[in-house]
């Protein structure tokens, strides 16, 4: 009868992982990547250098992906315009297979909280791209695993696998890397002292604890330097996260606030994890609390970040719910559940809603039309580049922000959106060609300038030649 239940909470959890695939989205960086991985596995070398602008051709690139670039352009020769749907079904399949056979025993306690919980993981439906994210929200689970593992039994060895997922990470997402030596400093910091305070208790590991954390987070720090890029890897996503201007233009680096209503989910999830550590008559491990404030500080600093708050409470909350002893109609549910997700997945992979890398911005007659007029020095737009890049079009500017920051990245927005004195950008750049959308200010300096002759359009989309130097 055991046995019989974990099966359908195992469908369960399948079926709903095949559900969040009808939310998986596409964006065009996804499409320089494959374009990277072309040419790495073409070339058998690892770019470190700018290949697709003709702004900055040859400046150094901090290509801290470029393992995941060569993973999805394999895919990419396997299933063809599939390889995005099966990149993200194998990686959201792994993470919450993980997470269901972490928790098996918890769930089996009650399977009601189980439902719920999961249920809860469609938070990861709103930053649900195909891009390096989704290999890193497996590290980072796999990470607090072992280091959970070994707070829980200092006999652990599991932790010893941090130092090989240090290497992957930095190679395959480098940018996210870091967090494999911050969790294991984490767990040293608030393991090092024993108090008990209201309904906070923090207990002392031995000193083999502290010293095998220590030394494992040494090992792994030092893993992380094996990389194309050594050293510069470590502070790589710090520089990042000190970018004003990139933290303030990029969608997913965008703080969370109550007045958008898209963020309000989660806010919901915080508020949950709150309602289950006050509620529950077991006090709160001083560990636990620390770590829903590390993932607190970093869902509400970026959306991006969302999912981390799930993926390291999964190995938290299951602890804090009390057992539910009547359990009857727990399975029919989670029967009528998984045909509900699996009608919906078929329903939405028969009518080809499922996400495809033919499905772009820009129709084929489009790019074609710009590779006839064939650009020297084309302006596009920011989110345009990866589709252009695919299409071996040379770019002004894509989705690889931190390559551009210090060099054209204001330009382009201050001429998109003419700011300051865009004339004299455009002088400073000389474009011939410009690729622009009826969303921004730009494309109606071009529409009323006799400058400019309009070549093609399609939806929000215009593609202008200039004749002649302004007046």
């Not at 239940?5 to 195992?10: A, C, D, K, T, V």
């Not at 269901?100 to 399977?111: D, H, L, M, Q, W």
């Not at 727990?330 to 028969?350: D, E, R, V, W």
């Not at 079009?393 to 330009?411: H, P, Q």
Request: glycine share 4%.
């Amino acid at each position: 009868m055991k046995n019989k239940s974990r099966l359908i909470f195992l469908i369960f959890t399948i079926s709903f992982v095949l559900f969040l695939m009808v939310f998986m989205r596409i964006d065009s960086d996804y499409l320089w990547h494959i374009k990277a991985g072309e040419y790495m596995f073409s070339n058998h070398s690892i770019l470190t250098h700018d290949i697709f602008s003709w702004t900055i051709p040859g400046t150094y690139w901090m290509s801290h992906e470029w393992g995941f670039e060569v993973i999805i352009y394999g895919l990419y020769l396997l299933f063809s315009k599939y390889n995005i749907f099966v990149y993200g079904l194998v990686c959201s399949l792994l993470l919450f297979l993980i997470i269901y056979f972490i928790n098996r025993e918890n769930i089996e306690r009650n399977k009601l909280f189980g439902i719920i919980w999961l249920c809860l993981g469609f938070i990861t439906s709103t930053v649900m791209l195909a891009r390096p994210h989704m290999l890193s929200s497996i590290f980072l689970l796999l990470t607090c695993y072992f280091c959970y593992d070994l707070y829980n039994n200092e006999d652990s060895k599991k932790i010893f696998f941090l130092p090989i997922i240090a290497i992957l990470w930095a190679n395959i997402h480098g940018g996210s890397s870091n967090l494999v030596y911050l969790i294991p400093l984490i767990f040293i910091i608030a393991s090092v002292c024993k108090f008990n305070f209201s309904k906070v208790e923090a207990n002392r590991l031995s000193l083999k604890q502290i010293n095998t954390y220590i030394l494992i987070m040494c090992i792994s720090f030092l893993c992380l330097n094996i990389n194309p890029h050594g050293i510069k890897m470590i502070f790589y996503p710090y520089e990042n996260m000190l970018n004003s201007t990139m933290l303030a233009t990029i969608s997913e680096w965008q703080p969370t606030v109550l007045n958008n209503g898209t963020h309000l989910m989660y806010f919901v999830l915080a508020f949950i994890i709150v309602l289950i550590f006050t509620l529950s008559k077991k006090k709160i491990r001083f560990i636990d609390g620390i770590l829903f404030l590390f993932c607190l500080f970093l869902g509400l600093k970026s959306i991006r970040f969302w999912i981390y708050t799930y993926i390291i409470m999964s190995l938290v909350v299951f602890y804090y719910i009390p057992d539910r002893k009547d359990d009857k109609g727990t399975n029919i549910i989670l029967i009528l559940a998984s045909c509900l997700f699996i009608f919906i997945f078929g329903y939405s992979f028969n009518k080809n809603i499922m996400v495809d890398t033919t499905k772009t911005e820009l129709s084929d007659k489009f790019i074609n039309t710009i590779k006839k007029e064939n650009p020297n020095k084309l302006y596009n737009l920011y989110n345009l580049g990866g589709e252009l890049i695919y299409n071996d079009i040379e770019v002004f500017i894509d989705g690889r922000a931190d390559l551009y920051s210090k060099k054209n990245y204001n330009d382009s927005l201050d001429l998109t959106f003419l700011s300051k004195d865009f004339k004299k950008i455009m002088k400073k750049y000389d474009f011939d060609y410009y690729l622009v959308s009826s969303k921004y200010p730009l494309y109606y300096y071009l529409k009323d300038n006799k400058s400019y002759k309009l070549i093609y359009k399609e939806k929000e989309y215009y593609f202008y030649k200039k004749i002649k130097k302004e007046v």
